[in-house]
């Protein structure tokens, strides 16, 4: 294993990042099952680690001009039990629905976003609610759309010596009542193969269906073929959970 750090403050951080190859972990339930998996095929070199759980300004959710902010490495436990407006709700049934209690208690959202998997469960109610991320380095700061910063399969926006910081949601999208469905193979501690978040504003994402979760006002659907669903299933599946999605907001 390589160096561990786990600085304090965000700026000791981003100096760590600055200065050499280090993998970032926040709660680790993504980071720890893929390096096993590589561990089982030979593992290469493996860097530094940064652990940013120590720096108590990176968690938390609280009010800002304009809107909310959500700390990245904040607990999808944490989003699950804060008693947020009627926007958030389909976010918080998302950290309802993450692994079990034992995942949700360490996981955050950063982690859940920057890992980038096409069935993220927080990416389609983020999109949905608009949010933009704030991405720092000893270079500064700068915010994208979610839409901007998740490019592909594990690939986002984030440059090496970037840590995301904070998720930022709009006032107007934070009081629009939401809902979320996944569908999985099985009701709990499932991988999705189709989920829908949705509004009252009438804005619609749907994830797991491609490489990066979409608006649907934006762009039709390309559904994927995978393990888990054919392209064909997944289509149906979406527009029954998109129509299910349009009656409960509609009750
Ligand atoms: C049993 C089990 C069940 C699961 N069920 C689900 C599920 O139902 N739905 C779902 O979406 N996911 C699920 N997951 C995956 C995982 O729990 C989530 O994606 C979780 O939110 C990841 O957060 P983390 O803090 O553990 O990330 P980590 O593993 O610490 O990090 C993930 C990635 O993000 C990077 N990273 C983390 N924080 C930052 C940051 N602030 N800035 C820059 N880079 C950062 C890390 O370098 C790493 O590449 C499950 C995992 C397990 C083990």
């Known amino acids: 294993m390589g160096a561990y750090v786990r600085p304090r403050e965000l700026r000791a951080a981003l100096e760590v990042l600055a200065g050499r190859d280090c993998q970032v972990m926040a709660g680790g339930t993504d980071i720890f099952p893929a390096r096993a998996h ?17 720096i108590e300004g990176l968690r938390g959710i609280s009010r800002e001009e304009g809107g ?27 950290a309802r629905q993450v692994g079990g209690r034992q995942v949700q208690a360490r996981a955050t959202i950063g982690g859940n976003l920057c890992n980038a998997s096409p069935a993220a469960d927080g990416v389609p109610p983020l999109m949905m609610l608009d949010a933009e991320m704030e991405l720092a380095s000893l270079r500064g700061t700068r915010r994208l759309r979610l839409e901007e910063f998740i490019l592909g399969n594990r690939r986002t926006a984030r440059a090496t010596d970037e840590l995301l910081v904070a998720i930022h949601v709009p006032e ?3 009081q629009s009542p939401s809902v979320f469905l996944k569908l999985g193979s099985r009701a709990h501690l499932v991988i999705s193969i189709v989920m829908v978040a949705a509004n009252a504003a009438g804005r619609v994402a749907v994830g797991s269906c491609s490489e990066v979760a979409r608006l649907l006002d934006e762009r039709g659907l390309a559904p994927i073929d995978d393990v888990r669903a054919t392209a064909g299933y997944r289509h149906l599946a979406a527009a029954e959970l998109v129509a299910r999605a349009r009656e409960r907001l509609a009750a």
């Open 68 to 94: 909310w902010r959500i700390g990245a490495a904040t607990s999808w436990a944490a989003l699950r039990d804060a008693g947020l407006p009627r926007g958030f709700d389909a976010l918080r049934e998302a």
């Open 172 to 174: 107007a999208m934070a």
């Open 38 to 54: 590589a561990a089982a095929w030979g593992a290469p070199r493996e860097a530094d680690w940064l652990d940013i759980t120590g």
